[in-house]
């Protein structure tokens, strides 16, 4: 599986911008697909998880309530939309996916991973 982040941005407090993670060499239907973000200077940290066949989702707790992600109607397409961004929420906002159910909040457990795509949030 190749993924490809795109979406990323400049935007100011307060706006929104929706990434798109596009699988090729075959569709996610039995992945879970994650995103994670790394900011300069910090650890990859997650934010936000799905299961691909049964589209339960996970969310960090710095984005509850503002990110949402989703499925394509195509199985190898993914959505992050972020609402209501802050300035820390500034980052490189990663794709991945897993073949593996349970733990889709562990970065370790990510088989495949997409090149990162920069978020900047101007104050």
């Known amino acids: 599986v190749q993924l490809q982040a795109s979406g990323g941005g400049l935007v100011q407090a307060g706006g929104s911008l929706r990434l798109s993670c596009a699988a090729s060499?075959?569709?996610?239907?039995?992945?879970?697909m994650g995103w994670f973000r790394q900011a300069p200077g910090k650890e990859r940290e997650f934010v936000a998880a799905?299961?691909?066949?049964?589209?339960?989702?996970y969310y960090a707790d710095s984005v509850k309530g503002r990110f949402t992600i989703s499925r394509g109607n195509a199985q190898n397409t993914g959505y992050l939309q972020m609402n209501s961004l802050r300035p820390e929420d500034t980052a490189v906002y990663y794709c991945?996916?897993?073949?593996?159910?349970?733990?889709?909040?562990?970065?370790?457990?990510?088989?495949?991973w997409g090149q990162g795509t920069l978020v900047t949030v101007s104050s």
């Open positions: 991945a996916a897993t073949r593996y159910y349970n733990g889709l909040v562990r970065a370790s457990i990510y088989d495949y």
């Open positions: 060499g075959r569709t996610l239907s039995s992945y879970g």
């Open positions: 799905i299961h691909w066949s049964g589209g339960g989702t």
